[in-house]
């Protein structure tokens, strides 16, 4: 079953507006990371949240963290044209050896210039 | 190197061909990853790595796809026999204990 799950599927926005992104998983994790992928390209790491961690911001990102919910978002502030990307969360469980980091299904971002 | 380098760019076998992928993880990564993107969908994780020896391959179809990390050489993922359901973008990953990952650009299979 999938860990972390993502939604919206797809949002899309104006320039200049904020967009957020929701992830949910299943079990208990040590660390949740958000990931961006342009079209064609792999993925680029972001951000990591550890689990005792609420929130963490890096320039135009804030990511929270929420354990009791299994629930994290990732907000974009003053988006821009070039943000336009599909946005995964992904993590690794605490039950294992950090054998293997799970992505969620993703959010597909366009903004509209 | 610092970047995860991954060939060929491009792979386009017949039905029931051999695929074999390759990927250099960064110089100093001691876990690699692979995964499996079908259509830009979500990344379906198939096996990964502590140096050479396997960690969790839970999500291979073992009966035709393998893999290996040798010392000294470029890991690799062989698909025997390939279908056309293995068509996908095959991106692998690399990092350090509980960090980041690091990601190639991937390998386009294309099976005809």
């Known amino acids: 079953s999938q860990q972390g799950e993502e939604d919206p599927q797809a949002l899309s926005i104006q320039e200049g507006e904020n967009a957020t992104m929701n992830c949910s998983y299943k079990t208990s994790i040590n660390n949740l990371q958000w990931y961006r992928q342009n079209s064609g390209r792999g993925l680029v790491h972001l951000i990591l949240?550890?689990?005792?961690?609420r929130e963490k911001h890096s320039g135009r990102l804030r990511v929270t963290l929420d354990t009791s919910k299994k629930s994290s978002s990732l907000l974009i502030t003053a988006s821009r044209a070039a943000d336009t990307a599909s946005y995964f969360c992904?993590?690794?469980?605490?039950?294992?050896?950090?054998?293997?980091?799970?992505f969620g299904p993703g959010t597909s971002l366009s903004v509209i210039p | 190197g610092e970047e995860v380098a991954q060939t060929p760019k491009h792979l386009v076998r017949g039905e029931g061909q051999k695929a074999k992928l390759y990927c250099a993880p960064i110089?100093?990564?001691?876990?690699v990853f692979w995964y499996q993107q079908v259509l830009k969908n979500e990344f379906k994780f198939l096996i990964s790595?502590?140096?050479?020896?396997?960690?969790?391959e839970t999500g291979m179809p073992k009966e035709r796809f393998s893999a290996k990390c040798l010392p000294n050489s470029p890991c690799s993922l062989e698909i025997q026999a390939t279908k056309l359901e293995d068509s996908a973008v095959y991106f692998c990953?690399?990092?350090?204990?509980?960090?980041?990952?690091?990601f190639g650009n991937g390998t386009r299979l294309t099976v005809t």
């Open positions: 949240i550890r689990s005792n961690e």
């Open positions: 990953a690399s990092s350090q204990w509980r960090s980041p990952l690091h």
């Open positions: 790595f502590q140096n050479e020896n396997v960690f969790d």
């Open positions: 110089k100093g990564h001691s876990y």
């Open positions: 992904a993590t690794d469980s605490m039950k294992t050896s950090y054998d293997k980091v799970i």
